[in-house]
């Protein structure tokens, strides 16, 4: 599976459940690759790097600069 992310902001995109993270930067699209072999709802969050600016209503956001995307939902075969 492949996830292509863009972002108008410095950050870092994670994946939990799988573990997975991508330092983000504006600009053109940036690819996550993923063996989805482990089943489940995995929440997707946006963890903005100190200092970087972001547009109201872009997500949940936390006292950490954390904005929760959405989920990964990854059914058995």
């Known amino acids: 599976m492949t996830l292509n992310i863009t972002t ?3 950050g870092e995109f994670h994946l939990h459940g799988y573990d ?3 330092g983000l930067s504006p600009g053109p699209s940036q690819r996550m690759e993923l063996v989805a072999n482990a089943t489940g709802n995995f929440p997707i969050e946006f963890h903005e790097a100190v200092g970087s600016s ?3 209503g872009s997500g949940e956001e936390n ?3 954390q ?3 959405g989920s990964l939902q990854v059914l058995p075969r």
Do not use: A
């Open 67 to 69: 904005y929760t995307l």
């Open 20 to 22: 997975l993270k991508l």
């Open 8 to 10: 108008d902001v410095t």
């Open 54 to 56: 972001h547009e109201e």
């Open 63 to 65: 006292e950490f600069g």
